[in-house]
Each structure stands twice: as C-alpha cells, then as structure tokens.
C-alpha cells in the first residue's frame, strides 16, 4: 500500500512563490508516474504536473513556465516549485502516484493542501 503526504500549501500573495512536497511510503514499482493535481471549488479535478520514472515531465498550458515539477527518487519525494502565482491558482493541491501493481495500474492520492493565493 502506498501513502502519500502532501505539505506546503498556505496563503501567498499574488506573485509570491510556494513549494508544495509529497512523501510516498510503501512500494512504489517502476515504471510510475507521480505528480500534482488541483481541484478549486465547484469545479472538476484538473491535472496541473506529472513528472515519469523515466524522466518526462507533463504540465498544465495554464502552468507551463511557472510551475516545476521534480523528484527525488531517493527520499520517493515529488516536488512542486510554483512561482508567479495567481488567484486562479487557488485550490486543493493533491498529490498523485501511478504504478504498476501485479498486473494492475494503480493510483494513490494524498489527503490535499490548501493553496490560497490572494489578489
């Protein structure tokens, strides 16, 4: 089973920077995708960065060139850089993990974090 733990959400001003983290216990087999997801009120659960085992990473057009996704494959820790933030970026940040189990794809969300940014 895996457990994933998200940390770093808060309340930045428009144009400010936070660093979102998630830390992954358990067994995560390769190949796996892990990355970010958000979901703001009344709306759907969008993707906003995912970043391969392999190495490639895949991000959102509305965060592309200010959000970075990275990992360290060591501590099973995913990282989110967002600079430049905006109040649309306001959401529930959730961490995300894809991978192989047996013969069966599996996925692993953390519990979420708050990022508010104000205007």
């Known amino acids: 089973q895996v457990q994933l733990v998200e940390s770093g959400g808060g309340l930045v001003q428009a144009g400010g920077s936070l660093r979102l983290s998630c830390a992954a216990s358990?067994?995560?087999?390769?190949?796996?995708?892990m990355g970010w997801y958000r979901q703001a009120p009344g709306k759907p659960r969008d993707l906003v960065a995912t970043?391969?085992?392999?190495?490639?990473?895949n991000y959102a057009d509305s965060v592309q060139g200010r959000f970075t996704i990275s990992r360290d494959a060591a501590k099973n820790t995913v990282y989110l850089q967002m600079n430049s933030l905006k109040p649309e970026d306001t959401a529930v940040y959730y961490c995300?993990?894809?991978?192989?189990?047996?013969?069966?794809?599996?996925?692993?969300w953390g519990q979420g974090t708050q990022v508010t940014v104000s205007s």
């Open positions: 358990g067994t995560i087999s390769s190949p796996n995708t």
């Open positions: 970043a391969h085992s392999g190495g490639r990473t």
């Open positions: 995300y993990c894809n991978h192989l189990s047996g013969l069966t794809w599996r996925d692993y």
